[in-house]
């Protein structure tokens, strides 16, 4: 894959400002979408639509759209020379994989039931996750530079806890989502218990705190790219699933909000 590289891009300057580019186009990527999504809400689960295309089984979609998130950079860590040898580099690159392997390999083979995913959406978030997936394990994996104190500095040290935090609302709330209703079991059911006792998106915050801490250890533009686009997605689902929520159940706790406990 070196060659291949080394095939489209002339020096590695060049590589890392195609890499700095692609993060800036995913910063306009959020703004588009954030204006998007004033008026359309992310078209899967409760709102897919067949306007976006025939509907794609829930498991597979799952399933393949995130596959390339971890074999892509799975390709570029066993076939490209690195600076996975140090330290903050590999930590890193760990929290990255330990989500997508939970993610791809994982949560799609968990899911009961799940509403088809129209086309459009898979496809879209098939690019979106080779895209994602390497532009942050081939910056991480060659070009990142970290000083040799990086691990004990307070953002490395404050983004590892948001990021593990998040990750384990993420699994909390999706485990709790699995098991609302029993076999034969069919509708929606107003979720409990986790962080559902103060927000309605749980797993939607998980993901947001965890990615936001994944920037913050990183301390890039790739990371902080990743982590505004994930919020940008995630945080206008949460505040649709709060409204559809309040509408569909009379009795849907008044004191929960849809996205930051007590706040929004």
Known sequence: MDALLSLLFSSEEEELYMLDRM???MFLMAA????????????????????????VNAR??????????????????????????????????????LHYVQR???????????????FASFALAFVFCCYNGFMQIRYLSHYAEYPAYWV????????????????????QSDHILRNLRKPGETGYKVPKGGMFEYVSGANFLGEITEWAGFALAGHSVHSAAFAIFTAVVLASR???????????????????????????
């Open 152 to 171: 004990t500095h307070p953002c490395f040290l404050i983004g590892s806890v948001l990021w593990f935090v998040g990750w384990f609302i993420n699994v």
């Open 32 to 55: 588009c979408t954030f204006i998007t999504l004033l008026f359309e809400n992310v078209p899967y689960g409760r709102y897919a639509t067949s306007k976006y295309g025939f509907p």
């Open 60 to 97: 597979f979609a799952w399933f393949v759209q995130e596959l390339p998130a971890l074999l892509l950079p799975l390709c570029l860590l066993l076939w490209t020379s690195s600076k996975t040898s140090l330290l903050p580099n590999q930590l890193l690159i760990a929290m990255y994989f």
């Open 104 to 118: 791809a390999c994982i949560y799609p083979f968990l899911i009961r039931g799940g509403k088809p995913t129209p």
């Open 238 to 264: 949460a505040v649709a699933h709060h409204k559809w929520y309040l509408a569909k159940f009379e009795d849907y706790p008044k004191s929960r909000k849809a996205l930051i406990p007590f706040l929004f």
């Open 23 to 25: 993060a800036y186009l």
